[in-house]
Antibody, heavy 115, light 109 residues
């Protein structure tokens, strides 16, 4: 049974860098696709980007200039960094496994950007 | 970017009634790459349907998905109290970004 555990700072100031990590338990980072998705309070879901099983990474063009997703196969983890955050980046951030659809999700991390 | 438009925004129904949720795509989506999710307050979304019509593991058979091309439907045959939630469609066809609809809230009438 694959499970995802995520963590990271929950309160940031404008212009800081958001940093989240997602650990994969019960399965391997390799051979799967892994993604980050966010949801502003009271709003819908936005796909941020994903790592595929061959190690290549794709991003949402709307965030591409500020986002980095990177794997750490030695720890069976992957991470998200989002630079120069603003209040518009306030959201619950989810990691998930992608199979063309997102079948396993982390519990989510609320990240609030406020001065 | 493929835009998914869900309707209605809110569906007010009573337990036992049938719910029909629509998801329309701005361009054709291969059925293989269309999924539906349920989200309850404070929880991560849960996949209900993938490949437009295949129920995910553990999903009751009162949930069904159909459609092709640009028009997809999620049907809940008889609403149970635990089905009142927000539902999203999602696609990952062609090129990124993968996108979600804006959601349909199914509320108790």
């Amino acid at each position: 049974q694959v499970q995802l555990q995520q963590w990271g700072a929950g309160l940031l100031k404008p212009s800081e860098t958001l940093s989240l990590t997602c650990a994969v338990f019960g399965g391997s980072l390799s051979g799967n696709y892994w993604t980050w998705i966010r949801q502003p309070p009271g709003k819908g879901l936005e796909w941020i980007g994903e790592i595929n099983h061959s190690g290549s990474i794709i991003y949402n063009p709307s965030l591409k200039s500020r986002v980095t997703i990177s794997p750490d196969t030695s720890k069976n983890q992957f991470s998200l960094k989002l630079t120069s955050v603003t209040a518009a980046d306030t959201a619950v951030y989810y990691c998930a496994r992608s199979r063309g659809f997102f079948d396993i999700w982390g519990r989510g991390t609320l990240v609030t950007v406020s001065s | 970017e493929i835009v998914l438009t869900q309707s209605p925004g809110t569906l007010s129904l009573s337990p036992g009634e049938r719910a029909t949720l629509s998801c329309k795509a701005s361009q054709s989506v291969t059925s293989t790459f269309l999924a539906w999710y349920q989200q309850k307050p404070g929880q991560a979304p849960r996949v209900l349907i993938f490949g437009a019509s295949t129920r995910a593991t553990g999903v009751p058979d009162r949930f069904s998905g159909s459609g092709s091309g640009t028009d997809f439907t999620l049907t809940i045959s008889r609403l149970e109290p635990e089905d009142f939630a927000v539902y999203y469609c999602q696609q990952c066809d062609n090129s990124p970004p993968w996108t979600f609809g804006q959601g349909t809230r199914v509320e108790i009438k």
